[in-house]
């Protein structure tokens, strides 16, 4: 089973600013199969990225995902007030699938 | 439109049984395959298990296989999330989600069913 940790578990910015969430595989990721989610209090989660660096129908150009094998990112280039929220990896390249613990961007 | 609506939020004793369910619209139900994930109060997404509507193949996460049963009726372009005999463990939010054109990831969601499991 893969596991993920992301970090850090929480990120202070502030609007305006640059975020840079990670998420660390505990063995390689096949085919890039990892996708990124915002969750924002009282909703289901959205999905921003998949296969890495695919940004999701209606997603910002702001959000942008990188990586391979095994360490991940998701970049929010300028911080808006609405993306203040929970960001989750999960990696669907094998079986079972696996999501991380969450990193969760707050206002400074 | 793709839609997922899950049925609503439950209130159940320890050891009573339960069937939530999601209905999807706007695609081809049997095409793509629905995942179920839990949330606990305050915790991350936990992956449970995925069926595929258009033959029944499911896959279990190790740590919910024989916990609950995760079902599918094409015919009402539903699926279904069960339990057989509730834990106060089992107090969550439940969402289910379809996966994306290219993969396990899931890009529709429906808005979760909240179940409370109390004595």
């Known amino acids: 089973e893969i596991v993920l940790t992301q970090s850090p578990g929480t990120l202070s910015l502030s609007p305006g600013e640059r975020a840079t969430l990670s998420c660390r595989a505990s063995?390689?990721?096949?085919?890039?199969?990892l996708a990124w989610y915002q969750q924002k209090p009282g909703q289901a989660p959205r999905l921003l990225i998949y296969?890495?660096?695919s940004r999701a129908t209606g997603i910002p150009d702001r959000f942008s995902g990188s990586g391979s094998g095994t360490d991940f990112t998701l970049t929010i280039s300028r911080l808006e007030p609405e993306d203040f929220a929970v960001y989750y990896c999960?990696?669907?390249?094998?079986?079972?699938?696996?999501f991380g613990q969450g990193t969760k961007v707050e206002i400074k | 439109e793709v839609q997922l609506v899950q049925s609503g939020a439950e209130v159940k004793k320890p050891g009573e049984s339960l069937k939530i369910s999601c209905k999807g619209s706007?695609?081809?139900?049997?095409?793509?395959?629905i995942g179920w994930v839990r949330q606990m109060p305050g915790k991350g997404l936990e992956w449970m298990g995925i069926?595929?509507?258009?033959?029944?193949?499911?896959r279990y996460s190790p740590s919910f296989q024989g916990q609950v049963t995760i079902s599918a009726d094409k015919s009402i372009s539903t699926a279904y999330l069960q339990w057989s005999s509730l834990k106060a463990s089992d107090t969550a939010m439940y969402y289910c989600?379809?996966?994306?054109?290219?993969?396990?990831?899931?890009?529709?969601w429906g808005q979760g069913t909240l179940v409370t499991v109390s004595s």
């Open positions: 989600a379809r996966q994306g054109r290219s993969g396990w990831y899931w890009g529709y």
């Open positions: 706007g695609y081809s139900f049997t095409s793509y395959w």
């Open positions: 069926i595929y509507p258009g033959d029944s193949d499911t």
């Open positions: 063995q390689s990721v096949s085919s890039s199969y």
């Open positions: 296969g890495a660096s």
């Open positions: 999960q990696q669907y390249g094998s079986s079972p699938l696996s």
